[in-house]
């Protein structure tokens, strides 16, 4: 912080300066709030998580559907590599005559 000031009277001429630090401690008087803002955080972020994969794999399943990919030699193409079919992991079983 600093000023510079000029009186009404033209041939004098004041200079003020304030120099000043602030410095804020928090100590968390309760321990619970403490913890609860720890698990709300936890909660945000693996929210955040799974709000990142399914969009990452809804992305890539339209990508697939439209016939295409990412190049295997890119370094994106880690991002799309596992999501594949269903019909791909489980194929289709024979269907067995009788009540089972």
Same mark, same amino acid.
């Given at each position: $912080?600093?000023?510079?000031?000029?009186? %009404?009277?033209?041939?004098?001429?004041?200079?003020? &300066?304030?120099?000043?630090?602030?410095?804020?401690?928090?100590?968390?008087?309760? =321990?619970?709030?403490? !913890? &609860?803002?720890? =698990?709300?955080? +936890? !909660?945000?972020?693996?929210?955040? !998580?799974?709000?990142?994969?399914?969009? =990452?794999?809804? +992305?890539?399943?339209? @990508?697939?559907? +439209?016939?295409? $990919?990412? /190049? #295997? +030699?890119?370094?994106?193409? %880690?991002?799309? /590599?596992?999501? %594949?079919?269903?019909?791909?992991?489980? #194929?289709?079983?024979?269907?067995?005559?009788? @009540?089972?």
């Amino acid at each position: $912080m600093g000023n510079d000031s000029e009186p %009404v009277d033209p041939e004098a001429y004041v200079i003020n &300066q304030n120099w000043g630090l602030q410095l804020n401690f928090m100590i968390p008087l309760d =321990r619970e709030s403490l !913890r &609860q803002c720890k =698990r709300i955080a +936890k !909660r945000v972020e693996e929210k955040y !998580r799974l709000d990142y994969e399914l969009v =990452r794999a809804l +992305k890539c399943a339209e @990508l697939q559907q +439209k016939g295409f $990919m990412i /190049h #295997p +030699k890119s370094k994106l193409y %880690v991002l799309c /590599h596992d999501v %594949v079919p269903i019909s791909q992991i489980y #194929p289709k079983k024979p269907k067995k005559f009788g @009540l089972f």
